[in-house]
T-cell receptor
């Protein structure tokens, strides 16, 4: 059974640029959630996708957007990067019920200069 | 709105000593509670979760947690820690309707030989 994978592992961008992060969900899972983890902080919920539609969003501006594909993989796009966007971005896949465990990938570490 | 408070940012203990990591939550609805562990440069791994039923929950690697509704707490315990338990531990809550996880700030567990 393949777990959650994310690419790339590390990324360096400059302020104002755009970035796309990718996530492959665990086999059989239909829901993907994205979290931002700033240094020394707990993860914060960005949004969730279920069957290719956004299914809940945290307190993040519209320049954070996402996609989910028919195979349930997902992308996180961030436009107009700001220095504060530097963080570890975590993807989690699950089945769509609140009691289901979310399985996390290793994350993509983004540095914005 | 839900929130999670982890009462200790760092907990140093000696190897083979017992440990307790404290977590308090606030929510106006029924909740599901989780403890995740994050090893250096890795994603999050589920240790255990409370959904309903018995208030004492056993997880992986010898960890257990007790749900206390009156004190809105979900403390994590291990009777004897090992060097390999050195990691960051996160308490999280989700409500019964949504799958969004709200995390605490994390507790860094350091094991001294």
């Amino acid at each position: 059974e393949t777990g959650v994978t994310q690419s790339p592992t590390h990324l360096i961008k400059t302020r104002g640029q755009q970035v796309t992060l990718r996530c492959s969900s665990q086999s059989g899972h239909n829901t993907v959630s994205w979290y931002q983890q700033a240094l020394g902080q707990g993860p914060q919920f960005i949004f969730q996708y279920y069957r290719e539609e956004e299914n809940g969003r945290g307190n993040f501006p519209p320049r954070f957007s996402g996609l989910q594909f028919p195979n349930y993989s997902s992308e996180l796009n961030v436009n107009a990067l700001e220095l504060d966007d530097s963080a570890l971005y975590l993807c989690a896949s699950s089945l769509r019920r609140a009691q289901e465990t979310q399985y996390f990938g290793p994350g993509t570490r983004l540095l914005v200069l | 709105a839900q929130s999670v408070t982890q009462l200790d940012s760092q907990v140093p203990v000696f190897e083979e000593a017992p440990v307790e990591l404290r977590c308090n939550y606030s929510s106006s609805v029924s909740v599901y509670l989780f403890w995740y562990v994050q090893y250096p440069n890795q994603g999050l791994q589920l240790l255990l979760k409370y959904l309903s039923g018995s208030t004492l929950v056993k997880g992986i690697n010898g960890f257990e947690a007790e749900f206390n509704k009156s004190q809105t707490s979900f403390h994590l315990r291990k009777p004897s820690v090992h060097i390999s338990d050195t990691a960051e531990y996160f308490c999280a809550v989700s409500d019964g309707g949504a799958q969004k996880l709200v995390f605490g700030q994390g507790t860094r567990l350091t094991i001294n030989p």
